[in-house]
């Protein structure tokens, strides 16, 4: 069994078939997917994911990009829907410097505040990191995050930040980018990771791996990013699998759920 730990299977790229989508990622032996509801619209499409398939869970957060759009009633918003029991985590959460739609000193603000609610709550924090890897890594140190932990999603930096990541508790996850041939950092920092930290994703429907290159992502190509990695890494693909699922089980709290 695979678990898809980040996924947006409530995106409007699914509303033509998204039962089948769902369906054919069963099929492939994905067990359990984690959707990700990350503003104001897609918070209450994923929830309703959540609580309409019993294998499919809910992480609940604000995106960076739109950090600018976030209300204080929206944080407490989030904090209410985590006392839900199918909400495993806040997120996806982070900095995004690519994307110039909210100012930067807002992006760390509300960062920050959703960190200490996952502190105060207990919950682990999806990390949504784009080209602001030394930002996001000083304020997870300063916010105390490695408290909680998580997952840094679809990671792209380097060693020397996944360590620093690895070293405040967090689990590295990759995609669909570790199967291209020239992803030559993520294949090398895959390498390095320690095999109990290690998460895979599909980003669905962004991010497609090979041999779906530019085309919709679903959740069931998971299993095409974890045949990639059991093959940088040199180890059977089932052990792989079985590796992954228990990682995701540590990070996410799903062992109550009898995954």
Not at 46 to 59: G, K, N, S
Not at 157 to 172: H, P, R, V
Not at 175 to 199: H, M, Q, S, W, Y
Request: contains cysteine; aromatic residues 8%; negative net charge.
């Amino acid at each position: 069994m695979l678990i898809d730990t980040h996924t947006h299977l409530d995106s409007p790229k699914f509303d033509n078939d998204r039962e089948a989508v769902i369906a054919r990622a069963v099929e492939a032996g994905v067990g359990n997917m984690i959707n990700i509801g990350f503003d104001r619209e897609t918070i209450p499409t994923t929830m309703a994911l959540a609580e309409r398939y019993d294998f499919i869970y809910a992480a609940v957060g604000w995106h960076p990009v739109d950090s600018i759009e976030m209300r204080e009633d929206d944080l407490a918003w989030i904090e209410e829907l985590c006392k839900h029991d199918k909400v495993v985590a806040i997120g996806e959460i982070g900095l995004d410097y690519h994307w110039d739609t909210s100012p930067k000193e807002v992006q760390q603000r509300v960062f920050r505040e959703q960190i200490r609610l996952a502190r105060r709550i207990g919950k682990p924090i999806v990390i949504h990191n784009r080209d602001a890897h030394d930002d996001v890594v000083r304020i997870l140190r300063e916010e105390r995050a490695s408290e909680v932990g998580g997952v840094m999603h679809c990671f792209s930096g380097s060693w020397e930040t996944a360590k620093q990541c690895l070293d405040m508790n967090f689990y590295i996850s990759f995609g669909g980018p570790i199967t291209f041939k020239n992803a030559r950092v993520p294949k090398e920092v895959l390498a390095k990771v320690p095999l109990d930290r290690i998460l895979v994703e599909t980003d669905a429907p962004y991010l497609s791996p090979d041999p779906y290159r530019g085309k919709r992502n679903e959740s069931g190509y998971v299993v095409h990013v974890a045949e990639a990695a059991s093959q940088i890494l040199g180890i059977n693909r089932t052990e792989f699998e079985a590796i992954t699922t228990e990682n995701a089980k540590n990070c996410f709290g799903l062992r109550q759920f009898n995954v």
